[in-house]
């Protein structure tokens, strides 16, 4: 079984600050991580994935996550926050050797204040 | 890059009727789909996969015959929500993946489905 956790619901960071939003896994197998950013009222849209090699991701929207696997942690993070990523992220991992389906995490909502 | 086009964005329906939400990847073959449900302020929960000319594959705890899928095509596949009542209004959101891409993941906007 694979599942995804964010510890936080919710991460309030100033405009012009450092952001992080936290992500764990667990799978059996070898990990394909996905962070996802989703608006209200609209599907998810891709901002970066892990599948192998360098275990620092860079993404859109100047994102990037650090996978981890001895933390077995896929946190995303961008140096200077912006009031536009104000948003709902998703992480979620898919097992490699297990199937095609990705598994969520519960959602971080990140709030960027001015 | 990749699109998804899920339809209608919203929808509003009388309890007892029937609702069809289509799901069509726009510029690529989708051999693989996926619908979720999304309740307010919470993650995706997945319902089902389905795949090309097969049936679906259900999630533990969806009703196979309340919630229909259809993927006839390599790039449309339709949920229809049968004898809707108030608690199947959610949010669906449809996934496609790419036949010759083992992780490549498109959504679609979403469904905003409001059962009275």
């Known amino acids: 079984a694979q599942s995804v956790a964010q510890p936080e619901d919710q991460v309030n960071v100033a405009e012009g600050n450092p952001l992080t939003v936290k992500c764990t896994y667990s799978?059996?197998?070898?990990?394909?991580l996905f962070w996802y950013v989703q608006y209200p009222n609209r599907g998810l849209q891709f901002l970066l994935k892990y599948i192998t090699g360098d275990n620092l991701v860079k993404g859109s929207y100047g994102f990037e996550a650090e996978f981890n696997k001895s933390q077995t942690s896929f946190h995303l993070k961008k140096p200077s926050a912006l009031v536009s990523d104000s948003a709902l992220y998703f992480c979620?991992?898919?097992?490699?050797?297990?199937?095609?389906?990705?598994?969520f995490g519960g959602g971080t909502r990140l709030m960027v204040k001015p | 890059g990749a699109v998804v086009s899920q339809h209608p964005s919203w929808v509003i329906c009388k309890s007892g009727t029937s609702v069809k939400i289509e799901c069509r990847s726009l510029d690529f073959q989708a051999t693989t789909m996926f619908w979720y449900r999304q309740f307010p302020k919470q993650s995706l929960m997945l319902m089902a996969t389905?795949?090309?000319?097969?049936?679906?594959?259900?999630e533990q705890g969806v009703e196979k015959d309340k919630f229909l899928i259809n993927h006839a095509s390599l790039t449309l596949s339709t949920l229809t929500v049968t004898s809707a009542h108030p608690e199947d209004s959610s949010f669906y959101i449809c996934?496609?993946?790419?036949?010759?891409?083992?992780?490549?993941?498109?959504f679609g906007s979403g469904t905003r489905l409001t059962v009275v």
């Open positions: 979620a991992v898919r097992d490699r050797d297990a199937g095609n389906m990705l598994t």
């Open positions: 996934s496609a993946r790419e036949g010759q891409t083992l992780y490549g993941y498109t």
């Open positions: 799978v059996s197998g070898n990990p394909y």
């Open positions: 389905s795949n090309e000319g097969s049936k679906a594959t259900y």
